[in-house]
């Protein structure tokens, strides 16, 4: 293990934003971990523990040590005649657990195909898409408790999950570094269709999804269709969380805009944020956030949801814009957006 200085963290986040780190280093296997914590760099500032580097925004420098987690390799555990039990460690690209397990016929995450980003980030936003969240599959989490060195093991009830959120963005953030993760999949297939944008491409394209490969392909393809590649224009994907409301709060908007889309979750309503963005626009302007460019950033023009870089931008340029929309849409809706990113 190196511990480096005044490290260039450009390409470590998706944004492409130029940031520095007072220290830095990389941790390529679990037994690093405890010469890590013993390192005065480590003991004496501010950490923060970086995997894809897709769900952060550097506002500024960070005047700490930065630790990127590389520590890699998926194996298969435990099985039974229905069910496998996979480890897979934090440093592993997430789509690549994805492929290992659409390439074996394990059902459970190929509805989480394409999403950026790597294993260990998985638990702390809890990622979710197109009808699946890890939390369906979630055994356990493994972690280094950064106080005493010690190893913990989380299991899926205490890693408190909900919509992009866990024990480890909250109470327990920057406490842990989570090193793996422990996931039951099925060998049965377990179709999960019914969500709407996958049936509408489904049927659009006259496809009857027949395998595992089906459903991931579809995916990917979906999600390449709607959100930028980061290597061409950078961005973190969908920047904000979509809102949730309860029926008293859902019928008094629908008396005045009866167009707004809803989806019925656990007694609660969820409002796309994209929609939420696009009938919004910037103050004292009648055009839409969807497209709107202001200097080196904007809104992506296929997804409002994501905001990018067009090259040369700052994290408070991000943020700033970020914030106009926040507000528009309390102005307009009274609803508050919240971002799924991290400010740092």
Not at 172 to 194: D, H, Q, W
Not at 313 to 320: R, S, V
């Amino acid at each position: 293990m190196q511990i480096l200085e005044n490290y260039d963290l450009t390409k470590l986040n998706t944004f492409g934003i130029k940031a520095e780190a007072k220290y830095f280093t990389e941790i390529n296997k679990e037994e690093d971990i405890p010469s890590l914590f013993e390192s005065e760099q480590f003991k004496n500032n501010e950490r923060l523990f970086l995997g894809g580097g897709s769900n952060v925004l550097f506002t500024k420098d960070f005047d700490g040590i930065v630790i990127l987690n590389k520590i890699k390799g998926i194996e298969v555990i435990n099985e039974s005649k229905e069910d496998v039990w996979i480890k897979a460690y934090g440093g592993e690209i997430w789509h690549d657990l994805v492929s290992f397990s659409v390439g074996h016929e394990y059902w459970g995450i190929e509805n989480l195909s394409w999403v950026p980003g790597t294993v260990g980030a998985a638990p702390m936003q809890n990622i979710g898409a197109y009808g699946a969240e890890l939390k369906d599959t979630l055994v356990s989490v493994e972690a280094y408790d950064i106080s005493n060195g010690e190893k913990v093991i989380f299991q899926n009830n205490e890693c408190k999950l909900g919509y992009r959120d866990s024990i480890f963005k909250n109470v327990a953030k920057g406490k842990y570094f989570i090193s793996a993760i422990v996931l039951k999949l099925s060998k049965v297939e377990k179709k999960n269709i019914t969500y709407r944008a996958l049936k509408d491409y489904f049927e659009k394209n006259n496809i009857n999804p027949e395998t595992i490969k089906d459903i991931s392909d579809a995916v990917i393809e979906i999600r390449k269709s709607k959100l930028p590649d980061p290597k061409i224009i950078g961005n973190a994907g969908s920047f904000f969380k979509n809102v949730f409301v309860e029926k008293k709060e859902l019928d008094i908007l629908l008396e005045k805009y009866p167009e707004l889309p809803y989806f019925e979750e656990e007694n609660v309503f969820k409002i796309p944020a994209g929609w939420l963005i696009e009938e919004c626009g910037p103050a004292r302007s009648t055009i839409s956030w969807k497209g709107y460019r202001v200097g080196n950033v904007g809104v992506h023009d296929k997804q409002a949801l994501v905001l990018v870089n067009h090259g040369g931008a700052t994290g408070e340029e991000i943020k700033d814009l970020a914030l106009q929309i926040i507000d528009s849409v309390k102005q307009k809706f009274g609803l508050i957006l919240n971002p799924e990113v991290n400010f740092v």
